[in-house]
């Protein structure tokens, strides 16, 4: 029994170290294997994206498709003038556009073709000098609904009003005919397309004009009186005072209307002495 015991232990020994070796093994191999799932999970993932992407982009390219397509079909659908449609247009107010008042223009048709045509209405608009695109001042459109038969005229008249503080500036007057013909086919004439300035209006007298007149009427006025008073202080200070002195004597007395002979009673009578004379007398008469 005792022989036994040292060849079981030798056995264990032995047979222990294979048994953690084929442990670790497993173990290893179930980890690879978890490894790999996830591994392949997010293969799975990146060709979920790939995808997704893919269909983005194509969803993109068509709907850029799509939109060229839409500003191709756009372009093509621009409205252009009929060959058998002629337009004409005159400014019964003359080609001054002033601010604030009303400008009137006839427009012709004339049918040169073999079929109908039906006025539709007539617009006019100010644009942005630079690029006609932009609207600056759109007016009403006239309805007009009126047939145009083969070899046949019509004439329109329409009205607009530019604004006052378009004044002074130059736009683009554009002025658009549209009619369609017998098979329903729309078209567009542009009659007037030029650029145009917007004059101010002249008017006889305003509030601002008559208060500037009548401000410098009294600047006027005090400038006048100013001066007035300043020569007349200059000419009082020229001209002297007469004082008057009274009557120092007889050679100053006017009596040559009195007679001779009363001139010579007069200096007979009246002797002349002088005050100390009489003084003396005087005083002799009372001794």
């Not at 497993?26 to 990146?46: F, K, M, W």
């Not at 695109?133 to 047939?147: D, S």
């Not at 083969?150 to 500036?169: D, H, N, T």
């Not at 004082?243 to 006017?254: A, L, R």
Request: aromatic share 10%.
């Amino acid at each position: 029994m005792f022989r036994l015991g040292p060849k079981l232990l030798l056995l264990f020994l032995l047979a222990f170290p294979c048994g953690l070796m084929s442990v670790g093994h497993v173990s290893a191999n179930a980890d690879s294997a978890e490894d790999i799932a996830e591994d392949a999970d997010v293969a799975v993932d990146e060709e979920d994206d790939d995808d997704e992407e893919e269909l983005v982009e194509e969803d993109q390219i068509q709907s850029s498709k799509g939109d060229e397509d839409d500003s191709d079909e756009g372009a093509d659908k621009l409205l252009t003038s009929h060959p058998d449609a002629d337009t004409t247009i005159i400014f019964m107010t003359g080609e001054e556009f002033p601010a604030n008042e009303i400008v009137r223009f006839l427009v012709g048709f004339t049918n040169k073709g073999s079929q109908d045509f039906t006025v539709q209405s007539l617009e006019a608009s100010f644009r942005y000098p630079q690029d006609f695109q932009f609207y600056i001042q759109n007016f009403t459109a006239l309805p007009l609904n009126t047939v145009v038969q083969p070899q046949a005229q019509a004439s329109f008249e329409y009205s607009f009003i530019p604004a006052q503080p378009m004044a002074g500036r130059p736009f683009g007057l554009v002025i658009l005919l549209n009619y369609v013909d017998t098979e329903g086919s729309v078209f567009q004439t542009a009659i007037y397309n030029q650029t145009v300035t917007i004059t101010e209006r002249e008017e006889g007298l305003d509030g601002e004009t008559m208060f500037m007149y009548i401000f410098l009427g009294g600047l006027v006025v005090l400038m006048l009186f100013g001066m007035y008073q300043v020569l007349e202080s200059r000419t009082k200070r020229r001209i002297p005072v007469k004082i008057e002195k009274g009557t120092g004597g007889i050679s100053d007395v006017d009596i040559s209307w009195i007679p001779q002979e009363t001139l010579n009673v007069m200096n007979k009578a009246s002797p002349k002495t002088s005050p100390r004379k009489r003084n003396k007398r005087a005083v002799g008469v009372d001794q």
